[in-house]
């Protein structure tokens, strides 16, 4: 068994992600295969579960929840839960990023890794698509 921390999941889709306190890559959660109440599922909650290889890459199985969520006053400091971005201020925070940390790259190198780095924000959930 593994655990880790829930960093996202959606109640109405079923679905989210949870990072491995051994690292690696986040492992995905589909609600078929919690053992609790997919209501008590957000982010922080500590969960265990069974590591599966699938066509999509790593699968949580039998997940069980160990701990639930630190409020906001008992969250550690460094770890603020934050909420989804929409794709418009994801767009205008990493566009901000870059022009004030990098102000030689050109529009079209700016355009090209907002692009790359919406495809990870939506694949981890950070971004509403």
Aim: hydrophobic share 40%; glycine share 8%.
């Amino acid at each position: 068994m593994v655990t880790g921390k829930v960093i996202r999941f959606d109640e109405v889709r079923g679905y989210g992600f949870v990072a491995p306190d051994v690292g690696g890559e986040d492992v995905f959660i589909h609600v078929n295969d919690l053992t609790f109440d997919k209501r008590l599922v957000a982010p922080g909650v500590v969960v265990e579960f069974d590591l599966e290889d699938s066509d999509r890459g790593p699968k949580a199985s039998r997940v069980q929840m160990l701990r639930q969520s630190a409020t906001a006053d008992e969250q550690p400091p460094g770890e603020e839960l934050f909420g989804v971005l929409s794709a418009k201020e994801f767009h205008e925070t990493v566009t901000e990023a870059l022009l004030t940390s990098a102000p030689s790259m050109t529009a079209e190198q700016i355009l090209q890794v907002r692009q790359k780095l919406t495809q990870i924000a939506v694949r981890h959930g950070w971004v509403d698509a």
